[in-house]
């Protein structure tokens, strides 16, 4: 029998436990039943999940700044749960470190990700900072191709 992905297992045991998302509840569960599980197997699922509990998104800078504005809120609220939002945001700023010194990708898209990097060292630096800080950046400092505006929220999501 196929050894199978980590990603399905996921959606498998989600659908046995009828979780229409994943959250600080059912992460211990997927730990458990699945060694080795991480956010990126959550995110690769396809199953919808609160952050921290699924790899942040880092496509768009929309995508990161919204992940990471996020997770400051989460980091506020919830001390324990600084080192897993620290982890997350570490383990996001190594892979946008990877692609921006990448010779397999265009230099725009190496731009934009060291941009990400520095975007996640001011998250990490202080996360409560990181909100009016990206807010700023994406107003004033930025060429608009490589960080587009935030989109506007009507409150917490």
């Known amino acids: ?4 992905a980590r ?8 659908q046995q436990r009828a979780w229409d998302r994943i959250g600080e509840v059912e992460w211990p569960v997927l ?4 060694p080795g599980v991480s956010t990126e197997d959550v995110l690769r699922s396809g199953i919808p999940a609160d952050p921290p509990w699924r790899a942040i998104r880092q ?7 919204a992940d990471l504005t996020s997770l400051a809120e989460l980091y506020g609220l919830n001390p324990d749960l600084h080192h897993h939002c620290r982890a997350e945001v570490i383990r996001a700023k190594e892979r946008a470190k990877v692609v921006s010194k990448s010779p397999h990708v265009s230099a725009e ?8 990097a520095e975007a996640m060292l001011v998250w990490l630096d202080d996360p409560a900072l990181f909100a009016p800080w990206m807010e700023l ?3 004033i400092l930025a060429p608009p191709i490589l960080l587009p505006p935030l989109p506007s929220s009507g409150g917490p999501s």
Do not use: D, G
């Open 1 to 4: 029998m196929p050894k199978m």
């Open 7 to 14: 990603s399905a297992r996921i959606r498998a045991l989600a």
């Open 31 to 34: 730990r458990t039943a699945i």
């Open 59 to 65: 496509h768009t800078f929309e995508e990161l700044a």
């Open 109 to 116: 898209t190496r731009k934009r990700k060291e941009a990400m």
């Open 137 to 139: 950046r994406l107003q």
